[in-house]
């Protein structure tokens, strides 16, 4: 059981619009923590898509944004094209256990 | 650029140890901590904990705590870290990852990551 809840799936069509989920608590996200986002490809490392719950670093396309408010945060994904399938994780950290918290991933499918 | 290179494949037995390196370029090795992340097959990422490569202090998550062991060599910007008492659950791809420029607890860049099997 993960610190940070996501949902296990999430699917679009290209072109449409995602968003994806992370549910943190008062040690975590509520405490202020920031957040930070990964895209997960099979057999390759993470990739750091958005830190400090909405910073992009540089060369992650503008459709990729973060968000967040009281103990949650979100990751949209604009104009989704088919190279976006992978599994996207949150990560925070946590007061009370001390230690880096990532969410269980996100399975994204396009369509 | 920055790169993060880490050691090849292991296959190790239950109760044997693994030391996988990560060899860096680019940047002050000695500005930036280093973290370990795994992710077992099927599983999500897990935190390990990180060093210091200036002073080489180290945080371990509790988890792990008795069992890792992470160090650095400054004088080749290489990182370690030896997992012992190896456990079949254990099998894993291994991770290091540097502390981002603007935010210590964000990741990037990440090496390519390290398969390590523990088989019998």
């Known amino acids: 059981q993960s610190v940070l809840t996501q949902p296990p799936s999430v699917s679009g069509a290209p072109g449409q619009r995602v968003t994806i989920s992370c549910t943190g608590s008062?040690?975590?996200?509520?405490?202020?923590?920031?957040v930070h986002w990964y895209q997960k490809l099979p057999r390759t490392a993470p990739k750091l898509l958005i830190y400090?719950?909405?910073n992009r670093p540089s060369g992650v396309p503008d459709r990729f944004s973060g968000s967040y408010s009281a103990t949650s945060a979100s990751l949209a994904i604009t104009g989704l094209q088919a190279e976006d399938e992978a599994d996207y994780y949150c990560?925070?950290?946590?007061?009370?256990?001390?230690?880096?918290?990532f969410g269980g991933g996100t399975k994204l499918t396009v369509l | 650029q920055v790169q993060v290179v880490q050691s090849g494949a292991e296959v190790k037995k239950p109760g044997a140890s693994v030391k996988v390196s990560c060899k860096t370029s680019g940047y002050m090795f000695t500005g930036y901590y280093m973290h370990w992340v795994r992710q077992a097959p099927g599983q999500g990422l897990e935190w390990m904990g990180w060093i210091n490569p200036n002073s080489g202090d180290t945080k371990y998550e509790q988890k792990f705590q008795g069992r890792v062991t992470m160090t650095r060599d400054t004088s080749i910007t290489t990182g370690y870290m030896e997992l012992r008492s190896l456990r079949s659950d254990d099998t894993a791809v291994y991770f290091c990852?540097?502390?981002?420029?603007?935010?210590?607890?964000?990741?990037?860049?990440w090496g390519q990551g390290t398969l390590v099997t523990v088989s019998s």
């Open positions: 990560q925070s950290y946590d007061s009370s256990l001390s230690a880096v918290v």
């Open positions: 400090g719950k909405t």
């Open positions: 008062s040690s975590n996200i509520g405490a202020g923590h920031d």
């Open positions: 990852a540097r502390s981002h420029e603007n935010d210590f607890w964000a990741f990037d860049p």
